[in-house]
C-alpha cells in the first residue's frame, strides 16, 4: 500500500535558506556547462575560419549551430534560476524584516506592562502634596535665615561732632602714651603707684639704646 499511496515522508521541510542554496548549486553547474559550450564553439570557430567554403565547413557549421543552441538553453536555463533565487531572497529579507517587526512589538508591549506597573505605585496627590511641603520649609528657611541675620540695636546714623570728639580722645590717649614712654617707659596709670612689697627692687625704667656714634 505504501508503494501505491506513498508513506509519509519524516524529512524534514525545506527552509528558505536551503533551497536558495540549492538553486545556486544549480546555477553554478551550468556555469560549468556554459564555460565548455563556449570552449566547443570556440573551437568551431577557429576552424571555420581556416577551411573554404565547401560541405565540410558545412558540417561544421552545422555542429555550431546546434551547441549554440544549447547555450541559449543553458543561458534561459540560468536566468530563469537566478529569478528564483532573487525572489527567493527578497522574501528572505521579509522574513527578517517581519521578525524584526515582532520582536520590537513584544519588546514595547513588555516595556508597556512594566511602566504600567511602575507608574500604578506613583501617587501623583502625594507628589504634589510633598513638593507644597517643600516650598513651605523653603519659605521658613529664608524667614529663619533673614531673622538670625537681623542686627541687634545698632545705632544706623552717627553724628559727626560725636566722631571728632572721639577722635580727639583718642589722640590724647596717645599722647599721654608717648609722653610716658619717654619720661621712663612706666605707663601714666603706674606713675605714682606704690610697688608692691613683693618686689624687692623697683622696675628699672627701660633704657633707651643710644645711637651708636663712628670715628670722630
Known amino acids: 500500500m505504501n508503494r501505491l499511496f506513498g508513506a509519509k515522508s519524516n524529512a524534514p521541510k525545506p527552509t528558505l535558506t536551503s533551497a536558495i542554496s540549492g ?5 553554478d553547474s551550468i556555469d560549468v556547462k556554459l564555460a565548455k559550450v563556449n570552449a566547443e564553439l570556440q573551437t568551431y570557430q577557429q576552424k571555420m ?8 565547413k558545412n558540417a561544421i557549421k552545422q555542429r ?19 529569478q528564483q533565487s532573487w525572489n527567493m531572497e527578497q522574501a528572505g529579507m521579509m522574513q527578517d524584516n517581519i521578525k524584526n517587526v515582532m520582536t520590537t512589538v513584544d519588546a514595547m508591549k513588555t516595556t508597556n506592562k512594566e511602566l504600567k506597573k511602575q507608574y500604578g505605585k506613583i501617587d501623583v496627590g502625594k507628589i504634589e502634596q510633598m513638593q507644597d511641603e517643600m516650598a ?10 533673614e531673622s538670625m541675620g537681623r542686627a541687634y540695636d545698632v545705632p544706623d546714623d552717627v ?6 570728639a572721639e577722635l580727639e580722645a583718642l589722640g590724647e590717649d596717645m ?3 608717648q609722653q610716658a614712654e619717654s619720661a621712663g617707659g612706666v605707663p601714666s596709670f603706674l606713675q605714682d603707684e606704690v610697688p608692691p612689697t613683693f ?10 639704646a643710644e645711637p651708636a656714634t663712628g670715628p670722630g
Open 136 to 145: 513651605d520649609l523653603m519659605e521658613l528657611g529664608n524667614e529663619i535665615s
Open 199 to 208: 618686689i624687692d627692687e623697683p622696675p628699672e625704667a627701660k633704657k633707651v
Open 49 to 56: 575560419s581556416k577551411m573554404r567554403d565547401g560541405p565540410g
Open 175 to 177: 599722647m599721654f602714651e
Open 64 to 82: 555550431a549551430l546546434k551547441v549554440l543552441q544549447q547555450r541559449k538553453m543553458l543561458e534561459s536555463q540560468k536566468d530563469n534560476l537566478t
Open 23 to 27: 538553486v545556486e548549486t544549480r546555477i
Open 159 to 164: 553724628d559727626e561732632a560725636e566722631l571728632d
